[in-house]
């Protein structure tokens, strides 16, 4: 008898592929953008003021868009199209993108008048010169998330439709917008007599715009033609507003953790805020190839199984789609823990990012990187839930994780400088204790909801791929350490070639390990690798 997991599988990796391929662009350019950004204005008070600036429109993005709106949407709008056909399902879209650019528009009138309040928590340890840069750029990017917000609900429908790529690559017009921002308009605003680091405000309200602006050529091959349309008592609506509230409670308490994160990381100095944004856009290369791109693919899927009621297909595939996130997770994290000092270097280090800055931001990305499984395999738990029509639970487990974090924040802003480490390290660490708090939790509740995974091998496949990560991760070390009594350090060229063959050896140890294991995501990862995917 064939094993029926193996199905699920290829058809996943067959799904994920081209959000991988899409998403690894648009990472790669945002690390380009966050080069940029470190080369022009370095880790200090022009990018600390930008980055709380923009984590405001970019909180209720999270909040009332790509996250709770995504989640609730796109099982709605598949089980709609699914029982009444493509009509009824474009029909709602209009519906909801009416009335979300209704709310959204008032949010962002909200947000540009209501500025200097906001800013008066968000940058608590600001000196108001500080303040105020932030308060401008706050203003400019007020219309973000407008922007975005319908952004999410075009993806939902491409998503839904069976498009991926298209929706998945959105996000890179967004860091060209910005780092085309930063180039051209430094020097005209210099010459002008204005803040350079206003570019970055501007540079991100135009990618804003782009990301949707790219998705509309797709939407109507699709045969969306968009028409107002509110009715605020349409079922669809109710039950996507159904969704989306708890979902709302849930990730407010997470925006409350980050209010709280951001205002700590002000109080300590010029530097931290700007710190903890560079290591965490390391994690998000991983966290956005893998954990969103395997999230997605296993949302549209998920929604599809519950509208058909196919409770095997949907385990089947929810297991698959875990032993992937830990075959393609655990060694990114070996990786970025083994290398995080002279990948840092070689990405930053450079015009106004010195030696001290890339210390500094190689500490955070340790404390991120050992949260980097949990954090991804909640990509894939919660759009289950949600597609399940269950919102309570993951309210309970982000009020929980969140309440973990602060608590383990406070704690450790003051335990960790009586050891002699740097305080500000507490926010990132506490960052990984409540991705992991957050991770059992809803692992707990699906494995109730659904019963045992232990037929699908979930856990055996995690914990030997963490072991073997655990060895790939100290042989590169190793190596890396070696390679410098060879080839001491040199130029960009010299340590990109370094890094590349430290990287490559990785993959390969990665490789053998998991096929001497016999793990199955891992032989498959093999087959794809030598054009062999379809065999296996």
Known sequence: MPDRTRSPTRSLF???????????????????????????????????????????????????????????????????????????????????????????????????LFAPQILAVYGIGFDPAKRELAVTMTRILSPFLLCVGLAAVAMGMLNASGRFFVPALAPAWFNVCSILGVVTLVPVLSRAGLEPGLALAIGAIAGGAVQLLVQLPSLHRVGFRFRPAFAWADPGQRRIRRLMLPAIFGLGATQLNIVVDSSLATLQGDGPVSYLQYAFRMIMLPIGVFGVAIGTANLARVSRDVARNDTAGLRRGLASALRMAAVLTLPSTAGLIALREPAIALLFERGRFVAHDTVQTAAALLCYALGLYAYSATKIQVPTYYALDDTRRPVIASAVAVATKIVTSVALLWLLPRFGVTAFLGLALSTSVAAWTNYVQLALGLRRRLGSFAEFRVLRTTIVVALVSVVMGVAVHAAYVASLTVAPRGGTAVEASRIGLLVILGAVLTLVGLGLARVEEGRALIGRLVGRGDRG
Not at 80 to 107: C, D, H, K, M, Y
């Open 14 to 112: 067959r799904t994920v592929g081209p959000i991988s391929l899409a998403t690894s662009l648009s990472r790669v350019l945002g690390l380009v953008r966050e080069q940029v950004i470190a080369g022009y204005f370095g880790a200090g008070v022009v990018t600390d003021a930008f980055y709380i600036a923009f984590r405001i429109p970019n909180l209720l993005r999270d909040l009332f868009a790509e996250g709770a709106l995504s989640s609730a949407f796109v099982p709605t709008f598949t089980a709609v199209r699914e029982r009444e056909g493509p009509g009824a399902a474009w029909a709602l879209a209009n519906r909801v993108l009416t009335s979300l650019a209704l709310i959204l528009g008032g949010v962002t009138v909200l947000i540009f």
